[in-house]
T-cell receptor, first 116, second 113 residues
């Protein structure tokens, strides 16, 4: 059972436009959310994160929005650039029981292609 | 600072064999986590080590094991390889255990024939 879902395996966007990547989660115990970007032949790199006490976090061209009631988060990239073409993974973490360790649960990824 | 390094980068094995993968974390990082990435499945958590102790384990069979050394380097072992074990194995390090922001290595691509 996938607790973190990225339902769009791929997304194509024109350069300069906005890219919106979506992620849904099922476990309400998740309290911290992250986005990672992965280029071919490289490991994922951390992009941006958000705590469950916030509903928005912005870093340059990247903004993450969190809707806790809908258990949904999204990553907005504005403006999109060809160098943004990569696989984007959504991840969530939380503590599910007293004494248990935090761990990251990843979605299956969305391949973003920014067309010049 | 040097990043997370993983060796080897590529590996081809046959069914039934065993394999050992190595990960050297960023200097000063004491936590190492391992993930398996397969097409369409994202990154599946294998286990996390901190101070030579396994502190968390994912839902993988006992054929998958690991260990961490006193210098924080970690190894992952898969015994009795199956075709379905073909995947990219990623190692990530962080300063402390349970830290959400992890730094990934480039991965080891394992192909089982």
């Amino acid at each position: 059972d996938q607790q973190v879902k990225q339902n769009s395996p791929s997304l194509s966007v024109q350069e300069g436009r906005i890219s919106i990547l979506n992620c849904d989660y099922t476990n309400s115990m998740f309290d911290y959310f992250l986005w990672y970007k992965k280029y071919p032949a490289e490991g994922p790199t951390f992009l941006i994160s958000i705590s469950s006490i916030k509903d928005k976090n912005e870093d340059g061209r990247f903004t993450v929005f969190l809707n806790k009631s809908a258990k949904h988060l999204s990553l907005h990239i504005v403006p999109s650039q060809p160098g943004d073409s990569a696989v984007y993974f959504c991840a969530a973490s939380g503590v599910f029981s007293s004494g248990s360790a935090r761990q990251l649960t990843f979605g299956s990824g969305t391949q973003l292609t920014v067309l010049p | 600072k040097a990043g997370v390094t993983q060796t080897p980068r590529y590996l081809i094995k046959t069914r039934g064999q065993q394999v050992t993968l190595s990960c050297s974390p960023i200097s000063g990082h004491r936590s190492v986590s391992w993930y398996q990435q397969t097409p369409g499945q994202g990154l599946q958590f294998l286990f996390e080590y901190f101070s030579e102790t396994q502190r968390n384990k994912g839902n993988f069979p006992g054929r998958f094991s690991g260990r961490q050394f006193s210098n924080s380097r970690s190894e992952m072992n898969v015994s009795t390889l199956e075709l379905g074990d073909s995947a990219l194995y990623l190692c990530a390090s962080s300063v402390r255990a349970g830290t959400d922001t992890q730094y990934f290595g480039p991965g080891t691509r394992l192909t089982v024939l």
